[in-house]
């Protein structure tokens, strides 16, 4: 079956620019959740959603990440006024996770976005 | 805090020489513990997970990974290793208690060069 897709594969974006960067969940998995990964680090926790809910956003590194899951399927991070520092790979995971449980379920991973701000 | 180290950035081994990549963690409560490989432009692909049970977990492609309990350690273990290996590999924890949801911590990865 599908895996988790994201798009686009690769944006280059000037400073300042505002940026938007879809992730697309194995249907059917509940949870879906957003990473940083910076060159020669492993991945980061920024934020995560149960269905359309954003019920963890600590990892968001500046009120200028925002992330949505409208209708609890396809998610959106969107990224305003773009820096220098923003510049990383951003992985999204899905999972089959039942709300409220002790998960043990594992995330999958989408192939990611990098990002290159000038 | 919780934690995981990889101590190697790096590891090279002889193709069909057994290969180890090592994992120590420090979490509160029982960790639940994962393996990942990355190839360069792709995402993660999951390995093999400890949750409870049996301390040798047996993973996709031949890998399997130990849990140690009294050394806080998860090591990647494979017995013959292939060039095709080759990779960046990331092992990660969570704890049962972390909100009740799957939020993965990192390691810094460690690369693995298998040479023929």
């Known amino acids: 079956g599908a895996g988790v897709s994201q798009s686009p594969r690769y944006k280059v974006a000037k400073r300042g620019q505002d940026v938007a960067l879809r992730c697309d969940p194995i249907?059917?998995?509940?949870?879906l959740f957003w990473y940083q990964q910076a060159l020669g680090q492993g991945p980061e926790f920024l934020t995560y959603?149960?269905?359309?809910?954003?019920?963890?956003k600590s990892g968001l590194p500046s009120d200028r990440f925002f992330a949505e899951r409208p209708e609890g399927s396809v998610s959106t991070l969107k990224i305003q006024r773009t820096q220098q520092e923003d510049s990383a790979v951003y992985l999204c995971?899905?999972?089959?996770?039942?709300?409220?449980?002790?998960?043990?379920?594992?995330?999958?991973f989408g192939p990611g976005t990098r990002l290159l701000v000038l | 805090a919780q934690s995981v180290a990889q101590p190697e950035d790096q590891v090279k081994v002889a193709e069909g020489n057994p290969l180890t990549v090592k994992c120590t963690y420090s979490?509160?409560?029982?960790?639940?513990l994962f393996w990942y490989v990355q190839y360069p432009n792709r995402g993660l692909q999951f390995l093999l997970k400890y949750i409870t049970g049996d301390n040798l977990v047996k993973g996709s492609y031949g890998f399997e990974a130990e849990f140690n309990k009294s050394q806080t350690s998860f090591h990647l273990k494979k017995p013959s290793a292939l060039v095709s290996d080759s990779a960046l590999y990331f092992c990660a924890v969570r704890t049962m208690f972390s909100g009740g949801y799957n939020k993965l911590i990192f390691g810094a990865g460690t690369r693995l060069a298998v040479h023929p």
């Open positions: 979490v509160s409560g029982n960790p639940y």
């Open positions: 959603f149960q269905n359309e809910a954003q019920l963890d």
């Open positions: 249907s059917g998995h509940v949870s």
């Open positions: 995971a899905s999972s089959l996770e039942q709300r409220g449980g002790r998960s043990q379920e594992t995330q999958y």
